[in-house]
């Protein structure tokens, strides 16, 4: 069992920054592929942001490209998401989710094994 807890979300004016982290338990975190996605009102869940077990690769949504950046401490068992320029459009609860067993990092949530309860990030224009 793989418990995931996300902090740090929030109330941001349009242009501003948060960074959000969330902490894991497990003795093997290293080798969870991590992923960070978002629900809008509304919408369906959208694939935001993955990173490998090692760090070495990251892969982002085309939306934020560029303004996103996610990395891990495997020391910490905690993963980030450094988010800046918001947009109101970027207003949702972002989850993160944990893929084991050094499988690849892929957009699909369902193929996640565990979630986080989820945080509020409110991007005011």
């Known amino acids: 069992q793989v418990q995931l807890v996300e902090s740090g979300g929030g109330l941001v004016q349009a242009g501003g920054s948060l960074r959000l982290s969330c902490a894991a338990s497990?003795?093997?975190?290293?080798?969870?592929?991590m992923g960070w996605f978002r629900q809008a009102p509304g919408k369906e869940r959208e694939f935001v942001a993955g990173?490998?077990?090692?760090?070495?690769?990251?892969y982002y949504a085309d939306s934020v490209k560029g303004r996103f950046t996610m990395s891990r401490d495997n020391a910490k068992n905690t993963v980030y998401l450094q988010m800046n320029s918001l947009k109101p459009e970027d207003t949702a609860v972002y989850y993160c989710?944990?893929?084991?067993?050094?499988?690849?990092?892929?957009?699909?949530?369902?193929?996640?094994?565990?979630w986080g309860q989820g945080t509020q990030v409110t991007v005011s224009s």
């Open positions: 989710a944990a893929r084991l067993y050094l499988r690849a990092v892929v957009a699909g949530g369902d193929e996640y094994d565990y």
């Open positions: 497990g003795r093997t975190f290293s080798s969870y592929a």
């Open positions: 990173i490998r077990g090692s760090g070495g690769s990251t």
